[in-house]
């Protein structure tokens, strides 16, 4: 079998539309927007605060909470129950893990910063896009970072090696298929998150992920830009 | 804030009957929603969206359709909020909302009947704040009712929904009951608290309205007790300004 | 050779690459890896000579020795009270820094301050856990009474104070409200009820327009426009 065309003829190593902008939700320390075609993600961020219970706390340095959340009407099916699922609690647990290793939180001892993922409409990629909007939040909340974080999902669909697969691709049933979340530090090039479904060969897998990491590089660049012109807008603001 | 009522302004320099600007309304906000509105109040933003579902009716009313409504007071748009089962808060925003769409009976229940005593419109409403610098109340219910007014049915398979096919049906609203929540602080009444106000509030009352002057819905808040002829002026209050957003909800299509 | 490759003033972002070539010092909030410098947090590039570091934009306050803060007292205890200092770390004022006067030990603090007042207080101590100790003794550290407060990044501090505190001094004559500015970033106004208001503005224009040339200036005619009076200016801080 083979897998010849993907919807709106997109290449195979191109993501779909993305749209990143920073300082959306005022009350948060920091905050950020970000899509992959249909699906989109806030996340807000609030710290570093104080920490309770007590027993909590890390008298060392600050604690990363993250919180993944598909609002009541994002998929396309049925309504989502409120309240977490163990499906999101270990995305919650692997957008931490993703977010931490640029993070710098030996400022902060015994304090939380709080990270919270909110996904309106959803269409395949969810917690890439989340991890994508929570790293731009991190920055707009002025925490010390070494670097940003990107991530995007690769994978296999039959005989093709495919970037940000759209939910026909999770789905297609014409032949094998594998759906790998990574999330990536850009400058380095090294990897913080990854996962994989599906059945796929070390080979395949070892090129699905040059492609992550090169679609990283470009999605780092529309963050680049987001976190920039949140501040020029308001240079523009004062003419 | 005392003193600058008293001269009828408040700290952001609005007058006590002034809602913040500016109220917009965007409908279709998100697509897999089967009807959604995202709507602003000034800062505060809230995002409404309409699933449509199927199920069995209640036994005591077998010919009607149901309505759900859910508030989420999401952690995101406010640092107070917390994460967890909804709190007292978030669910006296979803029946305030539910009890004004209910009891004015802008959804006729009998049209979402499907078949008599076996399967009914199951229409889900759920709300969640994106970012709350006061007056969820009334910023959710008319985001509910923007909401409704974007919902189209989608297709029937059978006894199942299919979600992929939309119908060119729109949900039909018979009224449209517009809350405004009035508030009081030592001896005025104002509409629209902010944050900073919302902290302060001696008493609150919604009132919900219909466009011919009728009541359809009343929720008194705060610790503070009413007089009946403070509650006749509130009243007046809610039916005055929920003209005002009547007239939105009815222009921006 | 070495190349900037950032302006000075420009906004960086976390990760970016603003040097590369070694003769280069990697001043605060910027770190060296092997032949380039990066940044480390959301900033403005400011570049003096072979040095370059980071102005940061955003953040919350961390509590610093010396500096002067606006505090909520929010707890009582026997050995003074707890203070919220609008970041993630409370501040205990002790019975023995209240004030000029001597205050008894198992006296009744509330004749002192109540739970909700507003302070001007000196931050005297803060130790590596974030233990913070501030004091009300000394010149300008008094409860606050009337006006309103509000809060501003508390990156923006130094712009709203302006040189030798020039900013304050022309908000001040302008509309003859009495202005604290905290470090912590609660500003705290006084005044007629509608100039506090266009205090408040004219602060948070400033917040937005920090980093432009000419503020002083543009604050004065903003000031004459609001207030409808000539506003007497002294030396513009130029910048």
């Known amino acids: 079998m083979v897998y010849k065309t993907r919807l709106e003829n997109r290449g195979f190593d191109q993501a779909r539309p993305m749209e990143a902008k920073v300082g959306v939700i005022k009350r948060a320390d ?17 710290g570093p605060r104080n920490l309770y219970p007590k027993f909590l706390q890390d008298p060392s340095k600050g604690i990363l909470r993250c919180n993944y959340n598909m609002m009541p009407f994002s998929s396309v099916g049925e309504r989502v129950r409120p309240g977490g699922s163990r499906r999101s609690k270990e995305i919650s647990m692997v957008t931490q893990k993703a977010l931490l290793p640029v993070l710098d939180l030996d400022e902060f001892p015994n304090s939380v910063i709080d990270v919270f993922i909110e996904l309106p409409e959803t269409e395949a990629g969810s917690r890439c896009a989340g991890i994508t909007a929570a790293a731009m939040a991190l920055a707009d909340a002025g925490l010390r970072m070494k670097d940003l974080v990107a991530a995007v999902s690769v994978g296999r669909v039959d005989d093709k090696i495919v970037v940000d697969l759209d939910y026909s691709e999770e789905s297609y049933e014409g032949g094998p298929v594998a759906d790998i979340p990574v999330a990536v530090m850009p400058n380095s090039g090294k990897i913080t998150l990854l996962q994989m479904d599906g059945i796929i060969s070390p080979e395949q897998l070892s090129k699905a992920i040059g492609m992550a990491k090169a679609t990283c590089v470009k999605i780092a660049e529309v963050q680049r830009a987001a976190l920039k012109e949140k501040y020029k807008a308001s240079e523009n603001n004062g003419q | 804030m005392i003193s600058l009522f008293e001269k009828g302004i408040r700290l952001d320099g609005r007058k006590l009957l002034e809602y913040r600007g500016p109220i917009s309304i965007q409908r279709g906000f998100t697509k897999t929603a089967e009807g959604s509105a995202k709507v602003t109040l000034g800062e505060t933003e809230v995002i409404v969206g309409v699933k449509m579902e199927v199920g069995a009716p209640y036994p005591d009313s077998p010919g009607d359709g149901t309505i759900m409504v ?39 229940f009998k049209k979402l009947c499907i078949r008599e005593g076996e399967l009914v419109w199951i229409v889900s409403i759920d709300v969640c704040s994106l970012n709350d610098a006061g007056n969820l109340f009334d910023a959710s219910s008319f985001g509910a009712l923007a909401a409704l007014q974007d919902t189209v049915l989608p297709k029937l398979d059978g006894d199942k929904v299919n979600y992929k096919d939309k119908t060119k049906n729109h949900l039909v609203l018979e009224a449209l009951p517009i809350s405004v929540t009035v508030c009081k602080i030592g001896n005025h009444l104002f509409v629209d608290p902010s944050t900073e106000e919302e902290e302060f509030i001696d008493a609150r009352l919604t009132v919900a309205s219909l466009e011919n002057g009728d009541l359809c819905a009343l929720q008194k808040g705060g610790e503070t007790p009413l007089t009946a002829e403070e509650i006749q002026a509130m009243i007046t209050i809610g039916i005055e300004q929920g003209k005002m957003l009547r007239k939105l909800l009815l222009e921006k299509r | 050779m070495t190349q900037f490759l950032v302006e000075n003033k420009a906004v960086v972002v976390p990760g970016e690459r603003l040097v590369e070539g070694m003769d280069v010092v990697a001043g605060p909030n910027t770190y060296r890896d092997g032949d380039a410098i990066y940044s480390e947090r959301l900033g403005l590039a400011a570049i003096d000579g072979r040095t370059i570091k980071l102005i940061p934009l955003s953040g919350r306050y961390v509590p610093k020795t010396h500096d002067v803060i606006i505090g909520k007292v929010f707890n009582i205890t026997m050995n003074g009270w707890q203070i919220e200092t609008n970041s993630a770390y409370s501040a205990v004022l002790n019975l023995k820094e209240g004030g000029s006067d001597y205050i008894p030990r198992g006296d009744d603090l509330t004749k002192y301050y109540r739970v909700g007042d507003y302070l001007v207080c000196g931050v005297v101590n803060v130790t590596s856990q974030k233990l913070v100790d501030v004091t009300m003794k000394g010149q300008n550290l008094f409860k606050l009474r009337g006006g309103r407060i509000f809060s501003v990044s508390c990156n923006k501090v130094p712009r709203i104070i302006g040189k030798q505190g020039s900013m304050v001094s022309l908000l001040k004559e302008a509309t003859g409200c009495k202005v604290i ?15 506090e208001l266009i205090v408040q503005k004219a602060i948070s224009k400033i917040e937005r327009e920090s980093h432009l040339s000419g503020l002083t200036e543009k604050m004065s005619a903003y000031l004459e426009k609001e207030t409808g009076k000539k506003v007497f200016q002294g030396e513009t801080d130029g910048v």
């Open chain 1, 30 to 46: 920091g905050s950020a927007f970000f899509r992959f075609g249909h699906t989109w993600a806030y996340a807000a961020v609030y």
């Open chain 2, 70 to 108: 859910g508030a989420e007071l999401l952690p995101l748009s406010n640092p107070q909020f917390e994460l967890g089962p909804p709190g007292i808060q978030a669910i006296e925003l979803a029946r305030i909302v539910d009890r004004g769409i209910r009891e004015s009976k802008a959804l006729d």
């Open chain 3, 181 to 195: 500015v905290g470090q912590n970033g609660l500003v705290w106004v006084s005044g007629d009820p509608a100039m």
